[in-house]
């Protein structure tokens, strides 16, 4: 603490600037190394300023106080000085801390995504960063902020929502929270708006498709054999989901032939779309080994019980999906196979699906 006098001063609870979390400190320990008169106890903030009042030339210092919250947070604190005049007209000297900005790097469209692994772990640290560099930010005339908080920092979310952050997205492990600085309607991207899932027909040389009866339904599909279905993971490929999901579900291995057809729907789930892509597959083996957790029963049935099954012949879109399946078995319809391009835009192998016939009027994906 850096003092301009240390003849007769004394502070009181009423001579302590207040920000931050109220602690009740001791200060018997700094009486005795630097000879100033305190009060036995001081209610003091967190992170924020001492002023100190000394009797000898009516003059108050303040200095910083409490700001081993920044140091374990790896937040740098600066000192500036400036001058204050004292009560007799004499000249004392300010200190004042200055927090760093949040870690954080611009993204290409004008705005600032926070590193979520370099987050103060103190909340009140937090909010006090997080204030200051709002406030940098909008100067510098950013535009849209990412606030990326882990789960185990739950506790920040209220403190970036109480500074006017709003909900995302959120995953397993994290919530995602944004700020939009200039006036007028967001610009950023919403979160997805869409599921994805995936459908496999599956049928072999003996005219059977690999069917099952799903063991958690709805009262409508009781009792229902259906193809193998299910959702797509995290940056997977429509085509290996599709061979995925009937490997688990049905413990057949299977090859990709062609997405022969594909449901866009609404408000499914959340007020989320919905895509769901029906794929013909070929089977590699025949061993049928049923997943207990999701699947009561599976089996290979004969392609014509299949479709006369009331619940296909009643419901008009399975009835569709199984005309344009028996089409495409015989070459009276082509699906979409799959090819690897490269896009000049961002330089990644992408999956594009489309319809292509050899000179023999075969689909190229059979």
Sequence with gaps: ?????????????????HVGRSYSTLFSSFRHKVGVRFSTHFKCRRGLFLRTYCASDNTYLTDKAFI?????DNFAAETSSHRINGTNGSISRFYSTNLKLLDAFDDEYGGVVVHPDRLPSNPYTF??????????????GKKGIWLKLPLEQSDLVPIAVKEGFQYHH???GYVMLTYWIP????????NASHQVGVGGFVINDNNEVLVVQERHCSPATLGLWKI??????????IYTGAVREVKEETGIDTDFIEVIAFRHAHNVAFEK???????MLRPLSSKVIVDDLEIAAAKWMPLVEFVEQPLIQEDSM???????FIARLGKRYCGLSTHQVVSKFDGMVSSLYYNVIDNEDNCVGK
């Design 318 to 324: 399975f009835k569709k999906i199984v005309d344009i």
């Design 68 to 72: 081993s919250s920044v140091g374990q």
């Design 170 to 172: 959120a995953e397993p």
């Design 273 to 279: 779309s919905d895509l769901f892509f029906i794929c």
């Design 127 to 140: 909010a006090s960063v997080l204030r200051l560099s709002l406030s940098q930010w909008k100067k510098m």
């Design 183 to 190: 006036a007028g309607p967001s610009m950023l991207p919403a």
């Design 228 to 237: 193998p279905t299910g959702f797509i993971l995290e940056a997977e490929e």
């Design 1 to 17: 603490m850096e003092l301009k006098s240390f003849s007769s001063c004394s502070a009181s609870t009423s001579e302590v600037v």
